[in-house]
């Protein structure tokens, strides 16, 4: 479900889809709520209504009653207003027992790095949230953001076009027009394209992963939007929503999204190594709390 405006920034939009959750967790309505993620659509909710996101790795959780996108990104998630929140949610939805320190571990003590290249183009607010809530975090060599945006793009609406299309056909009405023109046209795509993203994501997660394994981090830190949430009714730049959260439905890993901004909202990712939701889970309690003291 999509909510237009964000109960903590009621001038501003929620982010899309998802951002029924988001909203209401961010309104108290709810504990902890389910979203769905193929490009960003936990993260960004999570990001424009001040709330954590976690997006888990790709497979982790069956995708059963859930009306799909693309098949090969989709994944099923959390929203929650903290941490803690999500983590009892991890436990519950993924039958894994997920214990927290009372005390969260230190910052100082973990390894906590950034993809070299990436960072840049932010606004005002978003610039000071990524400064106060990451100084001097290190960069690592990792995949090009144009390149990995490129093949999840292509991957993303291939799929959905091929998935949705006899509905297009008998109920085009039920596709918001934007939406109906892109996968129109994602009808055209070439199979050929199609099979040479599949084949540049297999080399682009294996990278991934690598780079954060070599490099010894506990954590990839990315700011989750360029810009804050725009004002309803505001034009922006899609790119400036999405650039820095598709990457991760490209690669699979496990990102939790946390609030970073203070008067406007902006959001931090931290990125996991697959498979290790506990593991992410304590390293973002640690950053949550140090940000809040």
Request: net charge negative; hydrophobic share 45%; proline share 8%.
């Amino acid at each position: 479900m999509c909510i237009r405006d964000s109960p903590r920034f009621p001038d501003r939009i929620t982010g899309g889809s998802s951002s029924g959750s988001a909203a209401a967790v961010a309104a108290g309505l709810v504990d902890w709520a389910l979203g769905s993620d193929t490009g960003g659509s936990i993260r960004i909710p999570a990001t424009f209504c001040g709330v954590v996101g976690l997006k888990p790795t790709y497979g982790s959780l069956p995708m059963d009653g859930v009306w799909q996108v693309t098949p090969s990104l989709d994944t099923l998630g959390i929203l929650a207003p903290d941490v803690r929140a999500a983590a009892r949610a991890w436990s519950q939805i993924a039958s894994t027992a997920v214990e927290l320190p009372d005390t969260p571990d230190r910052v100082g003590d973990l390894k906590v790095v950034a993809p070299e290249g990436w960072v840049n183009n932010l606004d005002s607010t978003c610039s000071a949230a990524w400064a106060w809530s990451a100084p001097d975090v290190g960069l690592i060599p990792f995949p090009a953001l144009d390149e990995i945006n490129r093949a999840g793009l292509t991957i993303l609406m291939y799929e959905a076009a091929q998935l949705h299309s006899d509905r297009l056909d008998s109920e085009p009405e039920a596709f918001e027009d934007g939406l109906r023109a892109a996968l129109l046209r994602a009808r055209s795509l070439p199979q050929a394209r199609y099979a040479a993203a599949l084949s540049a994501r297999a080399a682009l997660q294996q990278e991934a992963v690598l780079r954060l394994r070599e490099t010894g981090a506990d954590a990839l830190l990315v700011p989750a939007t360029r810009i804050t949430a725009p004002k309803v009714g505001e034009a922006f730049d899609e790119l400036d929503v999405v650039a820095y959260v598709r990457p991760f439905n490209v690669t699979g890993q496990p990102v939790i999204c946390l609030p970073a901004g203070h008067d406007l909202p902006c959001g931090v990712q931290v990125v996991g190594h697959p498979g290790r939701e506990v593991d992410l889970l304590r390293i973002a309690l640690a950053l949550e709390a140090g940000w809040r003291a």
